[in-house]
């Protein structure tokens, strides 16, 4: 009797012994393989928001080059719009004398006036002003708003679209900023499954596992929610051609 209690004891502690070792092993090796998913994880969101803040220094610079040119362009409008709009009023006071001329019956002045506008047209109008001349009628076309805000279509375009790129600057900014908060919390689960390797106790090892995995996946997800970089397309990184 006592020979079978001491072999049952024998078989009981050699299972212990097993038991804890496939336990410990387990921990071990999950271990060392989220140690190897969170570390590609950590370079992947590195690259990435690297990739970001490439696009963000490209939007920001070519948002910078697009206000320069909008704003010189907006000065020559405004230097255009001031001639024309002097060389309007001249016209229109011309077309008073010529008037005058002729209701004196003063034909020849009249034919002089005519030159002098007819010149002024050819020297001093913009085109976008004789076009509006030619359309005859002696009505101010700068009454018309439409016509006074085209002399400026081309810089508002100009400034939207700097406005746009600054916009998607910030916006790769932001997306950066948060594929680096990603690979803070990956680098905090490689440092909480670093600990585990000189931890002795299985169940605190065990909790910490599990704490690195939830950290690990919530992080995962996160990061899943943030756009890629606009025009990213993996296979382009190995065509060299």
Known sequence: MGLIMKVKTTIKEKFQKIKKFFKENTISALTAVFLGIATLLVAWAGWIGALHGGNQ???YTE???????????????????ISDLFTWNTISNLRLDKAAAEAKGDLDEAKVIETKIAKIKQDNCSPKLL?????????SPFEN????????????????????KLEEGNQDNLQGDSYQLASVLYSLVLFLLGIIGVLNDYQSRKALLVLSIGILILSFLYMLTIPMPTGFDLGKFFSHG
């Open 63 to 81: 948002s910078n080059n697009l206000a320069a040119r909008g704003n010189a362009e907006y000065n020559v409008a405004t230097q255009v719009y």
């Open 57 to 59: 220094a490209g939007n």
């Open 145 to 164: 708003e439409e016509f006074t805000n085209s002399y400026f279509e081309e810089a508002k375009k100009m400034l939207d679209e700097s406005q746009k």
């Open 131 to 139: 076009e509006a001349i030619n359309k005859g009628g002696s009505t």
